[in-house]
């Protein structure tokens, strides 16, 4: 592994445990070059899957770009960051489980969208408001209304 502070690729485990949902292994790692400490994490990969965009453009699915517009969604929630991980594995395991070697955005974002949903309201209002664009305070009205009538 490459040190992320001085680019020598002689580093060392000091130290391995899985991580509490045991989707991952956090791995302590140390330089032997500038003595920095850091962190990695292992994760099973099942199949290298596309993203295939409303565009017809397909780029591979990253799960960095997942959890990013996850934490985005849940920015200034009670949420802590262990459990967006654990919703971002949750929702690649699912994608995953699917079969499929392309996968289009919107089925990305139905998951995304329903994980939200069971996790924070405001968070999936967030997350909607992007992948149904809202293009008026109108169609930010309409679907908190209809979301309050499921809740009744």
């Known amino acids: 592994m490459r040190c992320p502070f001085c680019g020598t690729d002689d580093t060392q485990v000091k130290d391995s445990r899985p991580t509490e949902d045991n989707a991952a292994i956090r791995r302590r790692r140390f330089c032997v070059n500038c003595d920095a400490r850091f962190t990695t994490f292992e994760r099973v990969q099942l199949r290298d899957m596309l993203v295939v965009k409303s565009n017809g453009d397909k780029e591979p699915f990253e799960r960095e770009k997942l959890l ?23 929702v690649v395991r699912q994608l995953e489980s699917l079969g499929e070697a392309e996968i289009n955005t919107a089925k990305v974002g139905e998951h995304v969208m329903a994980a939200l949903r069971k996790l924070d309201h405001v968070a999936y209002v967030r997350y909607a408001s992007v992948y149904k664009d809202f293009r008026s305070p109108g169609d930010f009205e309409e679907f908190v209304d209809t979301l309050k009538k499921e809740a009744d």
């Open 68 to 90: 990013r517009s996850m934490k985005i969604a849940l920015r200034k929630r009670p949420v802590d960051d262990e459990r967006i991980e654990q919703i971002a594995n949750s």
